[in-house]
């Protein structure tokens, strides 16, 4: 993986951030922020009750994460506890999409707003043309406007969109938008 510079920054009103790569030490912290962020949004790909991953799995999941050097995760801890959470990967391992990364984030709810989404954005996208990676996607929902705007900010556009992509529990289906940057 690759690591990202340990070092506190401030958001906009103040609230220092501490930014850091994780450790396998980190991985119950990092199942207990999946398990809060699936219960306090519905734009996570994972419902709330599909967080089963054990403590053994996620810990192998780290320790996979850890060792291969074209993935990214970054947390964002604000106090002592886990704020937001980023991630970059290959889209996949073919030769033929070796340029192509794909990105996941997710913050706390009592911290939207404050400018973290976009903090982590930067982050990870400032290291992706380091890894080899010359364009970014992701899927979002397509009334997820908060997500939309941040990525929009950011210099993503809209690619593509697949009807249905998400059904609710309440059998409402929601578009997925499919978003890309080319740097
Ligand atoms: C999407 C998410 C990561 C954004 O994080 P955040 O820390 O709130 O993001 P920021 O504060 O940096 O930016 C949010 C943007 O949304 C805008 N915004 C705030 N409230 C909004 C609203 N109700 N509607 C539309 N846009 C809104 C802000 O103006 C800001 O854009 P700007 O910086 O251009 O002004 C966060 O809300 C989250 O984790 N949501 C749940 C999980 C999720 O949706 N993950 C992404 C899946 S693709």
């Not at 609230?15 to 450790?23: F, H, N, Q």
């Not at 043309?129 to 010359?134: A, D, H, K």
């Amino acid at each position: 993986m690759m690591v990202t510079q340990r070092r506190t920054v401030l958001l906009r009103d103040g609230t220092p951030v501490l930014l850091r790569s994780p450790e396998v030490k980190d991985a119950q912290a990092l199942l207990d922020f999946l398990k809060a962020t699936a219960g306090e949004s519905d734009n996570l790909l994972r419902a709330p009750g599909e967080i089963t991953m054990t403590l053994q799995q996620e810990e192998a999941f780290l320790d996979a994460l850890l060792t291969d050097e074209r993935r990214v995760m970054v947390n964002a801890y604000i106090g002592d506890g886990l704020a937001g959470n980023v991630t970059l990967f290959p889209v996949g391992g073919r030769s033929r999409m070796r340029h192509r990364c794909e990105i996941g984030i997710a913050v706390r709810r009592a911290y939207w707003g404050r400018g973290l989404g976009a903090l982590l954005m930067r982050e990870v996208l400032s290291l992706a043309p380091g890894l080899r990676f010359s364009q970014a996607e992701l899927g979002v929902y397509s009334d997820n406007a908060r997500a939309v705007k941040l990525y929009e900010g950011l210099g993503f556009e809209t690619w593509g969109r697949v009807k249905n992509a998400c059904l609710m529990p309440d059998g409402r289906l929601r578009d997925e938008l499919l978003m890309g940057l080319v740097f």
